[in-house]
């Protein structure tokens, strides 16, 4: 069934009303659904850095097209303010449930003892989706763009699980092949997603594996390998360039995948207009920074053109692999093995293996290059929670709103609770946005642990950060700035 977007009527459940708490959900209809991606490059507060080559040189677009779907890599260079989204793209987006509702969560400020009057708390509910988190809103479109250039298919890496099962989503709608190498942490965590992402037709290995070259030194070492999402990168980087039918997915940290995601932010103000509310403060979880940079990027446009400019932005990680918070911001590779493009991040070091804890998702060594120009000019905070913390936050999300979070998304709701719980003790007046990006009906293994007391709480060593940061490379910027 073709849905068209822009001819359809606001369904009766859609209609938009007055927020209450006998109707906490502000619906767009499907004639809403944004038609041009926000592109904040245009607003920084100095140009992007390209992405460079091993030997420290700027990789120039035709052999960036050898890796990425040719319109990904035009849009991840792009200075246009807004970028159009294909027709097809947007029949795809209704068909995953978008626009997601913006939704209040009045039991939940019940359950902190807010003054509900002064202290509001609202989240983006992506958990609406088909695979159950944001991670479609690019998969859909580097997928789109893919078939547009006639290969066969594509490969990617996946930590929890929610981008390897949206790509696997995306491959089946676009008639792609997908080859998916999981993190092998998450891989036998989290078997419900092995079985979505094989349902959708893709090939799933544990990431290290035998099946690269890069895989199997690691493999060989130690069969079991946790693994990181850098390691998974790198293999599957190695197989899409050593096959030339394939190209390389992405979920997070490049520009194009922060873009694609501004579909969020872009309806979540629309719906806090409505709301008559705007922001005190923006939260999401940070692994790559996809989620976070999709919701908060429309409203950081704001501050950068000095509208709004009491707004606080803040990216909640795990303590365990905490990139922004004790990261440096340098140029690293984007993979274990060296192969991905060179960027400036903030990073942990390409080399830095975080423990296997249950936010898989956020298990990467580095933040996405935008994201991390706005946390150096300070425009852009980061706090990170032990995995204990984050996962009982969920339980009372759960108890209170009615959805199980996923892991990943503990750490924004704990953050977003803090900032409430803050602003009571201080009597001040907050409003709280937070990104729900996704839901937690593969994670009760996380939640069991919870519950049987076996939860372990970690927090990486400075020494051992400061030992992967010294084999960063060496980058001599005179030579393209």
Not at 3 to 28: F, G, T, W
Not at 42 to 58: D, I, R, S
Not at 326 to 347: C, E, H, L, Q, R
Request: hydrophobic share 40%.
């Amino acid at each position: 069934m073709v849905i068209d977007v822009k001819k359809e009527q606001p369904r009766l459940d859609q209609a938009i009303q007055p927020m209450s708490r006998l109707n906490n959900k502000i619906m767009l209809p499907l004639n809403k659904i944004p038609k041009q991606w926000m592109n904040i490059a245009p607003f920084l507060p100095e140009k992007p850095y390209p992405c460079l080559l091993p030997n420290g040189m700027p990789a120039t677009p035709d052999i960036m097209n050898q890796i990425f779907p040719t319109e990904c890599v035009k849009q991840a260079m792009s200075a246009e303010e807004f970028i159009d989204i294909p027709r097809e793209v947007r029949e795809a987006f209704a068909l995953c449930n978008r626009p997601t509702p913006l939704v209040r969560a009045f039991r939940l400020e019940k359950a902190l003892g807010l003054d509900s009057d002064r202290i509001k708390i609202f989240y983006k509910g992506e958990y609406v989706s088909p695979t159950g988190s944001h991670k479609g809103n690019t998969a859909i479109a580097q997928a789109f763009y893919a078939k547009k250039d006639k290969i066969k298919g594509l490969t990617t890496e996946t930590g929890a699980g929610q981008w390897g099962s949206a790509l696997s989503m995306a491959g089946t709608m676009m008639d792609l092949e997908v080859k998916i190498f999981q993190v092998r942490a998450s891989y036998y965590d989290k078997p419900g997603r092995r079985v979505l992402m094989n349902n959708f037709g893709a090939d799933l290995v544990p990431s290290p594996s035998d099946q690269t070259e890069v895989g199997k030194a690691f493999y060989n070492k130690n069969p079991n390998h946790p693994g990181s999402l850098g390691i998974a990168i790198s293999e599957a980087l190695e197989l899409a360039m050593k096959t030339p039918e394939y190209k390389y997915s992405l979920g997070s940290v490049l520009d194009f995948v922060c873009l694609h995601q501004t579909v969020i932010g872009l309806e979540a103000k629309e719906q806090m207009s409505i709301a008559g509310e705007y922001p005190d403060v923006v939260i999401g979880c940070v692994g790559g920074g996809s989620n976070f940079s999709g919701l908060a990027f429309p409203f950081l446009k704001d501050k950068l053109q000095g509208i709004k400019t009491e707004t606080k932005f803040i990216g909640a990680e795990p303590t365990a692999c905490p990139s922004i918070t004790k990261g440096k911001y340098a140029w690293d590779f984007g993979d274990s093995a060296k192969i991905a493009p060179i960027a400036k991040m903030f990073t942990l070091g390409h080399t830095f293996i975080p423990p296997a804890v249950h936010a898989g998702g956020l298990r990467y060594h580095g933040a996405a290059p935008l994201l991390s120009m706005l946390a150096n000019h300070d425009l852009v905070s980061s706090e990170m929670f032990h995995q204990t913390k984050a996962i009982k936050t969920g339980m009372l999300f759960s108890r209170t709103e009615g959805i199980l979070p996923a892991v990943e998304t503990c750490h924004a709701i704990a953050s977003a609770i803090d900032k409430a719980l803050e602003a009571k003790d201080e009597g001040k007046k907050c409003t709280i946005l937070f990104n729900f990006s996704g839901h937690g009906h593969f994670d009760t293994h996380a939640y069991k642990a919870l519950q049987d007391k076996k939860l372990i709480d970690f927090e990486y060593p400075n020494e051992a950060i400061e030992a992967a940061l010294k084999n960063l490379p060496a980058v001599d910027e005179s030579k393209f700035m």
